[in-house]
């Protein structure tokens, strides 16, 4: 590798390239370039790591383009203390320059990194929530199945319609609930929605800060969905306030579910790591948490891989070790954290 390139970043911009960075793994967010820097040059670690990895998306483009961004999704591997490997990163720059030199962009580019190790397809549903942020946050118009999905929810359809919604158009739906109706319009049929389209639509809402109208609503749907033992609708529920700026309903329902008969519930705990995790820096609520994943008997190494996702996570690794020296564990939990280390 040249001496003057040594991080992706510097990459890119020795290509010329505008370009911005995503955290695509647990919620997909934008982590601005100062910290992916950071992140780059191992100074900290990265912020919501997903088994062991940071997953990155690397939206670039030249300065005529006229086209669409270019994108990278990388898969970069991290280590225990959740910090980039950095020769990973090395090997892959070099892979880059290799394959491309430093002309990034253009014909020529199409198809050189297919086979590259670091490089990995999200699945569809992230793939069209991703594809539906890039569209709204380039001011770019949504993709074709858009309309269907905006009448299908203001309930201009009929009642069978949903079978054509294209899940490209429930993202692009759902990343433009601020146009003209849409929010108010998903608050009146959400209650009424099958569930083949709950589920779509809730993957694409645990990306946005729903409203705190919507968010009361959802929580209200919560304790419904417990009370009627409908697990499918309330996992959907969970998922689609996960992301909610208000904070404090979010960590409301956690608690309710925490004390509720699906505390023990496989899916519903995996839910709660995967998606509400950033209430567990209360530490009190984490070590409930983890009391629940303990007392689950219906999958085999739960409670491991809960505790290896959480301890890898940066804001919750002191509250999630100081639990293995807590004195008033119970005996479940006590003997969990004890297979952890046989």
Sequence with gaps: MTAQISTLGELLSAAGTQWRVYDI????????????????????????PLAGHALVAIQFWDNQATADPYVWFLKLPLDEQSKLVVASRDHFASMVLEALGTELTGEQADGKLDNNPYVFTPNANKLAAFNALLKKELNRPASQYYE?????????????????????????????????????????VWSSLPIEVKQPLSAMLEHISVSTAFSEQ????????????????????????????????????????????????????????????EVFSEPERLFKFLECAANNKQVEGLFASIFADLVAIPTLRPHVLAILRAENRSDELSRAIGRLFS
Excluded: M
Aim: aromatic share 8%.
């Design 25 to 48: 793994g647990r919620r997909i967010t934008k982590i601005d370039k100062q910290q992916f820097a950071q992140i780059e040059t191992a100074q900290v670690p990265y912020p919501s």
């Design 148 to 188: 269907y999905s905006e009448l299908y929810f203001a309930g201009k359809l009929p009642q069978d319609a949903w079978q054509n919604l294209a899940v490209q158009g429930i993202a692009d739906f759902a990343f433009r609930l601020d146009h003209g109706q849409n929010n108010a319009n998903l608050q009146q």
């Design 218 to 277: 959802l929580q209200n749907a919560i304790n419904t969905s417990i009370e009627q033992h409908n697990l499918s609708e309330l996992i959907c529920n969970l998922r689609a306030i996960s992301g909610s700026k208000a904070t404090g309903l979010v960590a409301q329902s956690v608690d309710i579910l925490l004390q509720s008969h699906y505390r023990f519930e496989a899916d519903v705990l995996l839910t709660l790591a995967g998606r509400c995790w």
